[in-house]
């Protein structure tokens, strides 16, 4: 089975500073690979999707991730984060040959962004 | 398209009442998923339906839970004989069906959060 290790529960950051939210899966097989965010009394909206492909993956809200094979990685980038990126962020995995049944999701990291 | 709906956003209940919930998806997709979130955890999957069908069951579903999609459509979470330890979010999401590749993003609803006093 796979599993989601986010190496950051909190990630304190100053507006319009770059920040990377940290992510690394286990799995025996191929997977697929999804950053969600989730805003206070709101369910989560998916951020991006590593499928196939190029392993630079762009998302909405100027995110982007990118996927590592060899270090079983798919950490979350953004250049210049404001202050409405404030969220808890989630790092989410299924196998390839699973059809998205069973997805895994990490234990999530707050980013706070400050003035 | 008004997205997967949950109702209700919020419930407290006593010990040993049972609860129910429900989640409308999105009108086009033909899966649909519930999941459990604690608070500090992310997303814990429960069970999965493919129309009617209910394919896949997690060991986090116990006999107190029950899911149903009677017609395919909207969905139900029932907990019979709750405990403290049920409050939680619960999540609902859908997605397309298997061999297209849109079913691989699910679109969560809002959330249902249990409290069980």
Same mark, same amino acid.
């Given at each position: ?66 996927? !590592? ?28 040959? !699973? ?17 | ?117």
């Amino acid at each position: 089975a796979q599993s989601v290790t986010q190496l950051d529960s909190q990630v304190p950051v100053f507006e319009e500073a770059p920040v990377e939210l940290r992510c690394n899966y286990s799995s025996s097989v191929s997977v697929y690979l999804f950053w969600y965010v989730q805003y206070p009394n709101q369910g989560l909206q998916l951020l991006l999707k590593y499928l196939s492909g190029s392993t630079l993956v762009k998302g909405i809200n100027g995110f982007e991730a990118e996927f !590592n094979k060899s270090q079983t990685s798919f950490h979350l980038r953004k250049p210049s984060v404001h202050i409405s990126d404030t969220a808890e962020y989630f790092c989410a995995v299924s196998d390839q040959g !699973n059809n998205n049944n069973d997805m895994r999701f990490g234990a999530g990291t707050r980013l706070t962004v400050k003035p | 398209d008004t997205g997967v709906s949950q109702d209700p956003r919020h419930k407290i209940t006593k010990r040993g009442q049972n609860v129910t919930f429900r989640c409308d998806p999105i009108s086009e997709h033909n899966r649909l998923y519930w999941y459990r979130q604690t608070l500090g955890q992310g997303p814990e999957f429960l069970t999965y339906f493919q129309n009617e069908a209910q394919l896949e069951k997690s060991r986090l579903l116990s006999d107190r839970f029950s899911a149903e999609r009677p017609k395919g459509s909207f969905s139900t979470l029932e907990i019979q004989r709750t405990e403290q330890g049920d409050s939680a979010m619960y999540l609902c999401a859908s997605s397309h069906g298997p061999k297209t590749l849109p079913s691989y993003e699910q679109y969560f609803g809002p959330g249902t959060r249990l409290t069980v006093t």
